[in-house]
């Protein structure tokens, strides 16, 4: 068969031989100008390739955002050699590891280094990635060595480490044909068990040669993912040199179509269905780690596609811009920014299936101690077998879209159509995906470089083929409960509800005892009265009184409730006596000598308390204020006051008038005093001199005033009424 001359997988499987020998370099972070190229093993005295091939954004590559807050890191990158005289441009690859060390702990520390650090990474780089899987163990044995001897500038080890390496380039042991592709990456155990159906997801959305954008804060995870996902395409790792710059385009340049097939070769198998997918070509890039220094080429018009990786968190902030797809591997999760990508993307029924089954067969044989191997040390879940069903995939892949183009030029021929595939098998692959990856470059060059009938070599028809099924259903309904870890919560649930029931039982104990407690106490305390009342009640039989009487106490109490009776008492008669002063004695003798007890006039409805008048003058207040005459009490219009006295009477009604006369505070409960109540009782019947017996009444001290007024009532009404 007829194979690219160079850079491609061909019917041997020989790789691409550049002639390249392997370059060591040492870059250095200093503490001024940054990281830079220190010095280089495998060139001659003098020489510099990062100058000569323009490789500026080398020392960056090496020294990776966030390598100093670890031991120890590995970064993997990619640089464009330029085209030279006797071969054409190409893509080389670097691998580095980055160590730290205390300055203190320096023999001979130089002057430049002001830190407290020194941090340095030792770089590798070769033509091909296929090596580094056995390369980064050797390096990271030199670089841990070179860190123990405490004196940099000590390079014999590391000259020495060149010169293996271009010995074994030389004898072609880097470039051995053997299968190295599983050697390279991250487990792909670990990686279906991480993104379990999303793996798939990620290898077609590959396919479509997207902008697609890794970012996790481990450098050496984030590269190893990236390997990983390319791996999974057959003989894309060993088909690379189109990867570092999107202007190279070198692999369509030297491929052709094969002519002849050897069914027992697998490498002539998958040349001749025209894998690898070349999906790093002209306007494509692939950068492991890619350093914020390089992001012009990103946004750079000729970069159509690429997959790139970062741990520098600022990408986040413009996924927008630089990824239409995001894949964050700190949280595990893919963020689609395009639509249109996120809706060709979508898995089919059968799609799911096939992904669910080999999730299954990875879960069922995880092995927690060795994650790279399967519990059962068997095939059935192993590197092998997974690698193995991802070409099965891609093959039916490949075969159903040649058989759906044969179909749609033959859409009118009926006997063009396999009688054993029934209806058009890319569907179930997602008619969506097809139709965008059938408008990609790597399409383009796979279809341009095929056989119209690669459907007659492998079976067009997906490996788990068929609508949705209650099989599907209840996979993914167990997928989903599992993804749930409902045994993981559960347990926590149920620590922490046996923790609540040992404290609930403790206080309900506590409590328990406490009432325990008490009851008895009670009982205690009832048993003491009753024997205290048993002795008690003996005592009374006996003569002896059954309480005991304070005799000081109770004095002191009558004498108080004494007390306060004769100051109730008092207060009346006080008030009384007032009273007396002020106008009884003056009232009753005017009435006498006035004319007797007539009471025609208006003096006269005083009576002999001389306090009527002062209730009706309540009535004739305000009938006074209407005539607007000054109030005055009825008392005073009659005759038989002299002008001294009305004075002297006028001032007392009007101090009372205006608040100042108070009765005593013990009375303050009544509305009416008891001469009120004596003057209410004389407005019924004609004014008559006052009774002698009413004053003393009033003024006995043995008398209550209720006493006193219910006798004046009396009088009152066995009196005999006069003639108006």
Not at 111 to 125: E, F, L, M, W
Not at 220 to 241: D, K, V, Y
Not at 385 to 390: D, G, K, M, T, V
Not at 444 to 453: A, G, V
Request: with cysteine; glycine share 8%.
């Amino acid at each position: 068969m007829a194979t690219p001359s160079s850079g491609s997988v061909g019917e041997g499987g020989t790789s691409n031989k550049t002639g390249f020998m392997p370059l060591v370099t040492v870059v250095d972070f200093h503490h001024h100008r940054g990281p830079e190229v220190e010095r280089w093993f495998g060139v001659a005295e003098g020489q510099d390739p990062a100058a000569d091939y323009d490789w500026t954004l080398l020392p960056f590559m090496a020294l990776s955002d966030g390598a100093h807050a670890t031991t120890e890191d590995f970064s993997y990158f990619t640089l464009l050699r330029p085209a030279t005289e006797d071969s054409p441009a190409t893509s080389l690859f670097g691998i580095s590891c980055t160590r730290q060390l205390d300055a203190s702990q320096l023999l001979v520390r130089p002057s430049d280094v002001t830190r407290s650090t020194v941090q340095k990474a030792v770089v590798v780089i070769a033509d091909s990635p296929q090596s580094f899987g056995l390369l980064r163990e050797r390096l990271s044995v030199v670089t841990s060595a070179w860190f123990a001897q405490r004196e940099f500038s000590d390079t014999e080890i590391l000259r020495r480490f060149q010169e293996s390496l271009a010995e074994e380039q030389a004898r072609g042991q880097l470039n051995e044909e053997v299968d190295r592709d599983q050697y390279l990456g991250m487990s792909l155990r670990e990686l279906v068990r991480e993104f379990r159906w999303q793996t798939l997801v990620l290898l077609k959305c590959c396919l479509l040669q997207p902008k697609m954008l890794f970012f996790g804060s481990r450098c050496e995870r984030l590269c190893m993912m990236q390997f990983s996902l390319i791996s999974l395409i057959p003989g894309l790792l060993r088909n690379l040199q189109d990867c570092a710059g999107p202007d190279l385009n070198n692999y369509e340049k030297n491929l052709s179509r094969p002519t002849s097939l050897r069914t027992s070769d697998r490498n002539s198998l998958l040349s001749y269905m025209g894998l690898p997918l070349q999906i790093f070509g002209k306007g494509s890039l692939f950068g492991p780690y890619t350093p914020l220094q390089q992001l012009d080429i990103l946004a750079d018009f000729g970069t159509k596609s690429y997959i790139v990786g970062s741990t520098n968190s600022l990408l986040l902030q413009q996924k927008d811009r630089y990824s239409d797809i995001l894949i964050n591997l700190d949280e595990n999760t893919i963020n689609i920014t395009s639509t249109s990508l996120r809706t060709a993307l979508a898995l089919s029924h059968s799609d799911r299936r096939w992904i669910d089954f080999v999730t299954q067969e990875v879960n069922d044989t995880w092995d927690e101690s060795n994650p790279g191997r399967p519990k059962t040390m068997g095939y059935r879940g192993s590197e092998e077998f997974i690698r193995l069903q991802f070409e099965e995939y891609l093959l039916s892949l490949i075969s159903s879209v040649k058989y759906h183009s044969y179909l749609t030029h033959n859409a009118h021929n009926p006997k063009a159509t396999l009688p054993h595939i029934e209806g058009d098998p890319s569907s179930d692959f997602s008619n969506e995906w097809v139709e965008s990856w059938m408008k990609t470059e790597n399409y383009r060059m796979w279809d341009s470089h095929t056989d119209s009938h690669l459907f007659d070599i492998v079976e067009p028809k997906h490996p788990c083929a068929g609508g949705l099924t209650i099989d599907d259903v209840q996979r993914r309904i167990q997928q989903q409960v599992q993804d749930l870890h409902l045994d993981e919560r559960f347990a926590v649930g149920k620590e922490v509800l046996g923790r609540n029931l040992a404290a609930g039982r403790d206080k309900a104990s506590t409590m328990f005892n406490k009432l325990y407690a008490d009851m008895e106490a009670l009982r205690e305390a009832q048993r003491k009265r009753a024997e205290e009342s048993q002795g008690q009640g003996a005592t009374e039989k006996n003569g002896n009184p059954a309480y005991n009487v304070d005799l000081g106490k109770a004095q002191q109490a009558a004498s108080s409730v004494g007390a306060r009776a004769g100051a109730y008492i008092g207060s009346w008669t006080s008030w009384a006596d007032q009273k007396r002063k002020q106008g009884w004695g003056r009232s009753s003798s005017s009435s006498g000598g006035g004319g007797g007890g007539s009471g025609g006039s208006g003096g006269g409805g005083g009576g002999g308390w001389g306090f009527g008048g002062g209730r009706k003058s309540r009535n004739t207040d305000s009938s006074s204020e209407k005539n607007g005459t000054p109030l005055s009490s009825p008392a005073l219009s009659s005759p038989g006051f002299s002008s001294m006295e009305k004075t002297q009477m006028s001032s007392v009604q009007h101090r009372a008038s205006e608040g100042t006369e108070r009765r005593p505070l013990t009375q303050d409960s009544f509305d009416e005093s008891v001469l009120d109540a004596l003057g209410s009782a004389d407005d019924s019947a004609p004014s008559s001199p006052a009774s002698p017996r009413k004053y003393a009444a009033l003024r006995g001290g043995s008398k209550s005033p209720e006493t006193a007024l219910d006798e004046a009532k009396s009088d009152a009404s066995t009196r005999p009424k006069d003639d108006a």
